[in-house]
């Protein structure tokens, strides 16, 4: 079976500093990764995503994710944030063949305060 | 924008009702899904269609049903409703389906179920 466990429910981080989301799956077979940022009273959008190749993935608004594969890691990072990244953030996973299942974790409620 | 419609955005119906839940894929998608999001379960796979067929299930209930139509809109059917089916219902759509096509998912701006 296929799991996406995001261990932060929550993540406060001021203004202009480093944050990290984090997200760990689990499944017996490859999968492809996404992260997914939801402003309120609107759906998700894609902030960025994983198939293969270079492990660091760089996405929309400054975004960036390291793909680990031996630690079944896909952890978010930005350097800086802004008010505006005050946001819940999706990680998801879908399988590299087969089924086109995406699984999303719990999310994560980034506030980021002045 | 996404590209994806979900109508209605907002439905406030009693226990024991039926609603019917609509999506509108992007232009050109033939994988539409659809998700609950909760407070308490986060976002749930409930099922997902390609080209009218059915292709992937999730944690759909017996009394939940879904289709999709010929010109690819889909519609989510949600009976005997209770309390607890009050959530945020999400439709997504994706330009693939089949294996080797790997497509982002579009999400429409869901549609709040209040049962009362």
């Known amino acids: 079976a296929q799991s996406v466990t995001q261990l932060d429910s929550q993540v406060p981080v001021f203004e202009e500093a480093p944050v990290e989301l984090r997200c760990n799956y689990s499944s017996s077979v490859s999968v492809y990764l996404f992260w997914y940022v939801q402003y309120p009273n609107q759906g998700l959008q894609l902030l960025l995503k994983y198939l293969s190749g270079s492990t660091l993935v760089k996405g929309i608004n400054g975004f960036e994710a390291e793909f680990n594969k031996s630690q079944t890691s896909f952890h978010l990072r930005k350097p800086s944030v802004h008010i505006s990244d005050t946001a819940e953030y999706f990680c998801a996973a879908r399988p590299s063949s087969g089924t086109y299942k995406y699984i999303f974790g719990t999310g994560t409620r980034l506030k980021v305060l002045a | 924008d996404s590209g994806v419609t979900q109508t209605p955005k907002h439905l406030i119906t009693a226990t024991g009702q039926r609603v019917t839940l609509r999506c509108s894929p992007r232009?050109?998608?033939?994988?539409v899904y659809w998700y609950q999001q909760s407070l308490d379960q986060g976002l749930q796979f409930l099922i997902q269609?390609?080209?009218?067929?059915?292709?992937a299930k999730g944690n759909i209930l017996e009394r939940f049903s879904a289709q999709q139509f010929p010109d690819l809109h889909s519609e989510l059917n949600l009976s005997s409703l209770e309390l607890g089916d009050s959530a945020l219902y999400f439709c997504?759509?994706?330009?693939?389906?089949?294996?080797?096509?790997?497509?982002?998912?579009?999400f429409g701006e869901g549609s709040r179920l209040t049962v009362l």
């Open positions: 269609y390609y080209n009218g067929e059915e292709r």
């Open positions: 232009s050109g998608d033939l994988s």
């Open positions: 997504a759509s994706s330009a693939s389906g089949l294996a080797g096509g790997v497509g982002e998912l579009f």
